[in-house]
């Protein structure tokens, strides 16, 4: 069984956890934001999710396993994979899919991913976005939740 746990409802461990991650080299490398987060600044950004209605961070975790953090930032999706697991994109994909079109009832999904992230612009064409813009570094791609 797979589930979304909110990042308001983190106990303790998994906080930490999710910090690790983002400071993570194979994963901050593709933020916007590349400096090492604090715990303090950590735990202030899980605490403004509280009263931020246009944001939704989860961790996904299957089981006894943590697979990766999704999140929705109006009509922006956020993924990354727990670095040490291999091939859980299309899990993470699909709920954060499931979360925007089902339960927010967004018409469309947005992505921005940098040009040299080829795992992340395989992952969003396996499952239908569509380049719709780019600038030197960075394409737009898009999900119509009507065309899927
Ligand atoms: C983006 C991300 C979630 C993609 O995860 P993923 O689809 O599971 O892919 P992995 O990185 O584990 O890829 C392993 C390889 O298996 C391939 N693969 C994964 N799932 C596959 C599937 N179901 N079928 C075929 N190939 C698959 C991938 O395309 C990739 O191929 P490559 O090595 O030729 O690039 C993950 O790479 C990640 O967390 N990256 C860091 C954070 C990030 O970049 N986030 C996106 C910001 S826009």
Do not use: Q
Not at 22 to 30: A, H, P, S, V
Not at 43 to 52: A, C, Q, V
Not at 111 to 131: H, P
């Amino acid at each position: 069984m797979c589930e979304n746990i909110n990042f308001i409802d983190l106990n303790e461990k998994e906080i930490e956890l999710v910090l690790s991650w983002r400071n993570d080299e194979r994963i901050k490398k593709w933020m916007h934001t590349r400096e090492d987060i604090s715990l303090a600044s950590h735990l202030k950004f899980i605490e403004s999710l509280k009263s931020d209605t246009s944001k939704d961070y989860f961790l996904v975790k299957k089981e006894d396993e943590y697979l990766g953090v999704i999140d929705l930032n109006r009509d922006f999706l956020g993924i990354y994979a727990n670095p040490d697991k291999k091939r859980v994109g299309d899990v993470l994909l699909e709920r954060i899919i499931a979360f925007a079109f089902r339960d927010k009832k967004l018409p469309l999904l947005k992505a921005e991913v940098y040009k040299e992230n080829l795992s992340a612009i395989k992952l969003y064409k396996r499952f239908g976005f569509k380049v719709k813009d780019e600038d030197e570094n960075i394409l737009n791609m898009e999900l119509e939740n009507e065309n899927r």
